[in-house]
């Protein structure tokens, strides 16, 4: 199989989907690399690396796309990719449809199979390709707070930790999933005054058992999220429905009790947002105010950290890609039930009941 990497497009994405280790192993088991000249380089790794472990190394990714059976990204296709899809193509990346229409359309009227990492379930019913960017997500989150909350940046000039006599920031992250335990785990670090709101009752014990005594848990009803955003001087929208769109938990007209510079993170922007404000923004222009409330809502935040991210991700990818090349886009899909669900479109049919719902589009089994 012809497998292509190029180089990401999106604005400031500095990850790349394969690590020099991952075309050695494919070389080895006869297929054939192609990588879009520069597209390791946010990562550091350098076109020399991918050539000595047998990449073909080409200069545009116009040569990619034409030449691949097989495209691998991290980002979804972008605008400028649409027209490089084409019908019989596989493209294995992160995808999120249900935030955006338009991409769902194209990819739709290119006849190629999407398979999204974000709904590839482990053999313990897991996300394990979401996981690791999921980890990185909910640690960045109050890194990215903690700069937001100062006062040159907008927010209300708080220091998480506080000091001997000043209280600590008051954190809310709404969801106790991968990103929310991450959220706590480096909060709570900070000292600051956390608490995890979720529906899960069952994973608010689990929390409840593993976390330090500066994080509480509450379950996540609307009197409850009320009280918590007029506590807060941080919120960290950390909710994930697999495929489907963000259920919206804050409105606009909750902003009124939330502290005037006050921050609120919406890491669910890959999937549309738990908070009615939230409009994806890039690292470039990360945030913007709405009533008062700072608003960060980067979509691709790790690639923020491209190089720890892009080890993190293909320790994860690179099984399924062996799998793929070696058996072929559809026979490996129906022999692995976790690859089967994350085939999320095949030649122009919609084959995942949340992005069908999500654009009441017909499903097909695949």
Same mark, same amino acid.
């Given at each position: 199989?012809?497998?292509?990497?190029?180089?990401?497009?999106?604005v400031?994405?500095?990850?790349v989907?394969?690590l020099?280790?991952?075309?050695?192993?494919?070389?080895?088991?006869?297929?054939?690399?192609?990588?879009?000249?520069?597209?390791?380089?946010?990562?550091?790794?350098?076109?020399?690396?991918?050539?000595?472990?047998?990449?073909?190394?080409?200069?545009?990714?116009?040569?990619?796309?034409?030449?691949?059976?097989?495209?691998?990204?991290?980002?979804e296709?972008?605008?400028?990719?649409?027209?490089?899809?084409?019908s019989?193509q596989a493209?294995?990346?992160?995808?999120?449809?249900?935030?955006?229409?338009?991409?769902?359309?194209?990819?739709?009227?290119?006849?190629?199979?999407?398979?999204?990492?974000?709904?590839?379930?482990?053999?313990?019913?897991?996300?394990?390709?979401l996981t690791?960017?999921?980890?990185?997500a909910?640690?960045?989150?109050?890194?990215?707070?903690?700069?937001?909350?100062?006062?040159?940046?907008?927010? +209300?000039?708080? %220091?998480?930790?506080?000091v001997p !006599?000043v209280a600590p920031?008051?954190? @809310?992250?709404?969801? =106790? $999933?991968v990103v929310?335990?991450?959220?706590?785990?480096?909060?709570?670090?900070?000292?600051?005054?956390?608490?995890?709101?979720?529906?899960?009752?069952?994973r608010?014990?689990?929390?409840?058992?593993?976390?330090?005594?500066?994080?509480?848990?509450?379950?996540?009803?609307?009197?409850?999220?009320?009280?918590?955003?007029?506590?807060?001087?941080?919120?960290?929208?950390?909710?994930?429905?697999?495929?489907?769109?963000?259920?919206?938990?804050?409105? +606009?007209?909750? %902003?009124k009790?939330?502290?005037? !510079?006050?921050?609120i993170?919406?890491? @669910?922007?890959?999937? =549309? $947002?738990?908070?009615?404000?939230?409009?994806?923004?890039?690292?470039?222009?990360p945030?913007?105010?709405?009533?008062?409330?700072?608003?960060?809502?980067?979509?691709?935040?790790?690639?923020?950290?491209?190089?720890?991210s892009?080890?993190?991700?293909?320790?994860?990818?690179?099984?399924?890609i062996?799998?793929?090349?070696?058996?072929?886009v559809?026979?490996?899909?129906?022999g692995?039930?976790?690859?089967n669900?994350?085939?999320?479109i095949?030649?122009?049919?919609?084959?995942?009941?949340?992005?069908?719902?999500?654009?009441?589009?017909?499903?097909?089994?695949?």
């Open positions: 199989m012809r497998v292509g990497v190029p180089k990401e497009v999106k400031d994405e500095y990850r989907a394969m020099p280790v991952g075309v050695e192993e494919l070389k080895r088991g006869g297929h054939t690399v192609l990588v879009e000249a520069g597209a390791g380089v946010g990562s550091g790794i350098s076109d020399e690396e991918y050539a000595e472990a047998g990449a073909e190394i080409v200069a545009s990714a116009k040569e990619v796309w034409d030449q691949a059976d097989l495209i691998v990204k991290v980002k296709p972008q605008a400028s990719e649409f027209p490089l899809m084409r019989g493209i294995f990346t992160y995808f999120h449809f249900a935030a955006s229409e338009s991409l769902t359309r194209n990819v739709i009227e290119s006849g190629v199979t999407a398979i999204a990492y974000e709904t590839l379930r482990g053999p313990q019913g897991d996300l394990p390709l690791p960017m999921s980890e990185i909910g640690r960045m989150s109050i890194q990215e707070g903690a700069k937001y909350l100062e006062r040159p940046q907008l927010g +209300r000039g708080i %220091l998480l930790a506080g !006599g920031a008051h954190i @809310a992250i709404l969801g =106790g $999933g929310g335990k991450n959220a706590a785990r480096i909060a709570a670090g900070f000292q600051a005054d956390v608490v995890i709101l979720d529906i899960n009752v069952d608010l014990r689990y929390l409840e058992d593993i976390m330090p005594p500066n994080v509480n848990t509450l379950f996540s009803d609307r009197h409850n999220i009320r009280q918590q955003l007029k506590l807060a001087d941080l919120v960290i929208g950390a909710v994930l429905v697999e495929g489907a769109r963000a259920p919206n938990l804050v409105s +606009r007209e909750d %902003l009790y939330m502290k005037h !510079g006050a921050v993170i919406d890491v @669910a922007v890959d999937q =549309g $947002g738990c908070v009615e404000t939230t409009r994806p923004t890039t690292h470039s222009d945030t913007y105010v709405i009533d008062g409330i700072v608003h960060y809502c980067v979509t691709n935040m790790p690639g923020a950290v491209g190089r720890t892009t080890y993190a991700l293909c320790n994860v990818t690179l099984p399924y062996l799998k793929i090349a070696k058996e072929g559809l026979p490996a899909c129906k692995h039930a976790g690859l669900r994350a085939v999320n095949h030649a122009g049919q919609v084959t995942n009941a949340a992005v069908a719902k999500t654009f009441h589009l017909p499903l097909t089994e695949l």
